[in-house]
Every structure is written in C-alpha cells, then in structure tokens.
Nanobody
Framework: LQLQASGGGLVQAGGSLRLSCAAS????????IGWYRQAPGKQRELVAT???????NYADSVKGRFTISRDNAKVTMYLQMNSLKPEDTAVYYC??????????????WGQGTQVTVSS
C-alpha cells in the first residue's frame, strides 16, 4: 500500500487549503485513512480520520473547520481545511490502517506535505 500526499502550501490566516492523499496498491485492505500533523517541536497528532464505513473522527482543534472525505472510485482521500489558523502550521501526513489479515505492516504513512498559515 502506498500513499501520496499533496496540496500543502502557504496561506493567510482565515484562508483555505485542500489536501489530497492518493492510495495505490492493496487499497481494498484499508480499514481507515486519515491525516496526522506535526508542528516543530511537537509530537505528531491526529487531525482527522475516515473509516471504510464512512465514519469520521476529528481532533477537537479542527472540528467545524476541517472536513475529511474520500472518493472511492479514485481511491483518494481529501482534507478540506477552512478558517485556517497559524497554529494549524505543521507538516501533514497521510496515514492508513489496514485490516490485520496476512503479515504486517498494518499501518502506512505517506510523505508529509507542509502547511504554513501566516498571521
């Protein structure tokens, strides 16, 4: 399973960005897919996830501002980020959990994409 993230950039506070994560390979095995982020000097944290059944989960800090969705036909997941704040500045990583059938690994990371929000 491979994950390709894109869509980061520089935006002013209050602006919007959309991140994309394209999955390839054994995509049928994905149980949940989502985004984590890591700001300088901080631990990586969950931003949002969506399960194969469509259930979503968001960090409290992004609820009401970010929306996670997926296009099953394109096997792509999106993160629409609105009302961005400087504290959203981080490297955003796409992550996927797969069903634990067969040998590990059971989780995968894409490369990070930088999101910078200027005040």
């Amino acid at each position: 399973l491979q994950l390709q993230a894109s869509g980061g950039g520089l935006v002013q506070a209050g602006g919007s960005l959309r991140l994309s994560c394209a999955a390839s390979g054994t995509t049928f095995s994905i149980k949940a897919i989502g985004w984590y982020r890591q700001a300088p000097g901080k631990q990586r944290e969950l931003v949002a996830t969506i399960t194969s059944g469509g259930r979503t989960n968001y960090a409290d800090s992004v609820k009401g501002r970010f929306t996670i969705s997926r296009d099953n036909a394109k096997v792509t997941m999106y993160l629409q980020m609105n009302s961005l704040k400087p504290e959203d500045t981080a490297v955003y990583y796409c992550h996927a959990d797969r069903y634990e059938v067969g040998p590990p690994p059971y989780d995968y990371w894409g490369q990070g994409t930088q999101v910078t929000v200027s005040s």
